[in-house]
């Protein structure tokens, strides 16, 4: 029996379905292209309290597609059909025969079932193959024989129960943790930039080339010998004291002074969460700042706990107010310089900034395909007063300050991969808060373009911040893992035992989960059908080009099979397509040429042009640069034509006397 629907006021779906998820313990996920309500609450079994946190197996709420077509009445009520208090009882009675399942086997043969039962705690995953998952690992602990033999020696190969220990020179050091947790504008990485900066030894580990870059720089400013450490790109100091890298490129063996891990609530990110869980195990470093959300607070109490040293909690406020606006945007004719407009595709990007355009104001574009050089550049022009608004996707929200007075949302709808959803509020806040920064306004302004948009995204700044879990952090294995399970178990394809490496966690561990392995998995199906080491399929499977472009795709596969064949992979220079798709195609070569410049510090024999690759990224960046201005300027002046007369002493370009447009002075 369901709650009666009430009427709806034209309201929001965030309004609507968040107070009645918080009443309910519950939170709307998407699993497998689905959308779903996760549910989590307690039961008793003897005198052991068993958390769960898991999808129920009636909790799907349809594919994200369908999701999308309803309205927020149809909605609230197949949420309200899906998780009730009926549903509640169902859930929990189920969980409690497997529970006390798990418990009797564990009572008869002197096991303890705390891992067994740790399956229930499983955010994004079904209750039934949780459950499943709880009797198979208790099974497992109970079960001998010859075939047990040779799984236990696959556990002695990949014992992630210690898995911080693998990281000896900092599991022989005192570390002291200081987490500085607060919203975006809340100054978190000043304090530990300064301390880094004053440190004999440092290491500054970025999420993203572009932050890594940035604060190279800054403390290059601040008269520090440091070096710059990335995938693709290495300016080395000869007498470094200090880097600044992205943080899958931690050197766990290089004892500091003090490192700084930024946006560190990405733990929970189950593409690349495994760097941030290696680099609070690994980082060599007396005092390590983890900078980021407050959710994730929890989540750095729980893990610095297990892998040792002493912690400190700062947590920050907002420097400046931010305030959503009383109403929508409803119009281009009301941007003002100093805004940025929020779109989330590329497309949509270029076809906002035309749009823009042809209001008579001046735009930098940024979105995620373009490098990080070039997006850098658009927010220099941006800051220095060159252009007026920024069309942007939400890769504004990290690592780019851009002294924005108002940020618009275009739509709060995002592309997932399988279909478009709402975004989450973690990524509303992130973006919104970059307006209104501290010393450049007084406050920092909110607004949807249209109604919908507007109050959607209201009530998404409201919502209270779900905490990251305190266990299940994401890991992923490196070389020395793989040999040791190939060893133990005569397996030598590298697909398989990353299979193997993904079922041992998710089987025997409770601490650690397999991080999305599916990428670097679908590379090793043909990677191990060449004649390679498995060190070097392993490198090959990491390099960072997507099979979603089939360019990449295949220049990957010919460079593996190159190596394969031992003969140097040449570094092709692309020449542009010319017409519509150019843009498009510059953006791809430039993944081409990192990919390039990737391996070839890894594998130099075989990839020997790793400089020209890294000179030729920099000359594409200058051309993708170059044609996103004179597109810009191009359309103004068509659109200055059409206008004539009509715009004589109305538009007085894009540096405003006193605006925003007032050129340089000022704005470094």
Not at 28 to 57: F, W
Not at 256 to 271: F, G, N, R, S, T
Not at 558 to 586: C, F, H, I, S, T
Request: with cysteine; charged share 25%.
């Amino acid at each position: 029996m369901t709650d009666a629907t009430p009427e709806l006021a034209p309201s929001t779906e965030a309004d609507v379905l968040g107070t009645y998820l918080d009443a309910h313990q519950a939170t709307l996920v998407t699993s497998d292209g689905s959308y779903a309500v996760s549910v989590h609450g307690e039961i008793i079994v003897g005198k052991r309290v068993v958390p769960y946190h898991l999808i129920p197996d009636e909790g799907f709420l349809g594919k994200t597609n369908k999701w999308r077509r309803m309205d927020v009445a149809e909605r609230y009520e197949l949420l309200q059909e899906r998780w009730n208090e009926a549903a509640k009882i169902r859930l929990e009675a189920q969980l409690q025969k497997c529970a006390e399942q798990v418990v009797a086997v564990a009572r008869e043969y002197e096991l303890d079932p705390g891992s067994a039962l740790h399956a229930l705690v499983a955010k994004y995953e079904l209750a039934r193959l949780r459950c499943t998952l709880a009797i198979d690992r208790i099974e497992a602990a109970r079960s001998q024989g010859a075939a047990n033999k040779a799984a236990e020696r696959t556990r002695d190969a990949v014992n992630l129960s210690l898995y911080p220990e693998s990281f000896t020179v900092a599991q022989g050091m005192k570390r002291h943790f200081i987490a500085v947790l607060g919203p975006t504008n809340s100054g978190k990485t000043h304090a530990a930039m300064e301390h880094l900066a004053r440190a004999k030894s440092g290491a500054y580990l970025a999420p993203l080339r572009l932050l890594a870059l940035e604060n190279y720089t800054r403390l290059q400013d601040a008269g520090v010998a440091v070096s710059l450490i990335t995938g693709e790109q290495r300016k080395l100091h000869p007498e470094a004291t200090h880097v600044a890298s992205t943080v899958e490129m931690l050197n766990p063996n290089r004892v500091v002074e003090v490192a700084v891990i930024d946006e560190i609530q990405l733990l929970d990110d189950p593409d690349r969460g495994a760097a941030w869980t290696a680099a609070v195990c690994g980082v060599p470093a007396s005092t390590i700042y983890l900078l980021g959300a407050l959710e994730a607070q929890q989540a750095i109490e729980s893990l610095v706990s297990r892998v040792g040293g002493t912690l400190e909690v700062r947590k920050l406020e907002r420097k400046t107010p931010l305030e959503m606006e009383k109403q929508p945007l409803g119009s281009l004719k009301n941007l003002k310089p100093g805004d940025v407009l929020i779109a989330f595709s590329r497309r949509d990007v270029l076809n906002w900034r035309d749009q823009v355009i042809a209001q008579g104001l001046s735009v930098s574009a940024i979105y995620g395909n373009l490098s990080p050089e070039v997006r850098q550049s658009q927010a220099e022009r941006f800051v220095e007063g060159l252009t007026q608004i920024v069309v942007g996707t939400d890769a504004i929200g990290m690592g780019l300050n851009t002294p924005a007075r108002r940020v618009i949302f275009t739509t709060a709808n995002k592309w997932d991969g399988y279909a478009e959803g709402t975004i989450a509020a973690p990524l509303a806040k992130q973006i919104a808060g970059r307006a209104g920064r501290f010393g450049e306004h007084a406050a920092g302004y909110v607004a949807g373009l249209d109604a919908y948009t507007h109050k959607t995204i209201s009530a998404l700044l409201k919502q209270k911040p779900e905490p990251l879990p305190d266990s299940g952090f994401f890991v992923a294995p490196n070389l020395q893992y793989l040999e040791q399970i190939a060893k133990a178990t005569g397996q030598n394809k590298l697909y398989n035992l990353l299979e193997l490496f993904a079922k041992h966690i998710n089987v025997h561990d409770e601490f650690f989960l397999p991080a999305n392995l599916s990428d670097q998995m679908e590379k090793a199906r043909w990677l191990d059908l060449l004649k390679l080491s498995l060190s070097d399929r392993y490198t090959l499977s990491l390099c960072p080009v997507s099979t979603k472009i089939p360019m990449l795709e295949r220049a990957l596969q010919d460079w593996a099979r190159d190596r394969a064949d031992k003969r140097q992979a040449p570094l092709l220079r692309m020449e542009g397509m010319g017409g519509r798709n150019e843009l498009q195609y510059l953006e791809d070569s430039c993944k081409l040429y990192a990919a390039y410049a990737w391996l070839g510090y890894r594998m130099p024999d075989t990839f020997p042009d790793g400089e020209m690759a890294q000179v030729l990224m920099q000359s594409t960046s200058e051309k993708i640069d170059r044609q996103l201005q004179m597109q810009n300027t191009r359309q103004r002046r068509g659109n200055d034509g059409e206008r004539g007369s009509r715009r004589e002493g109305k538009h007085e370009g894009h540096r405003r006397p006193g605006g925003f447009g007032g050129g340089r002075k000022g704005r470094r």
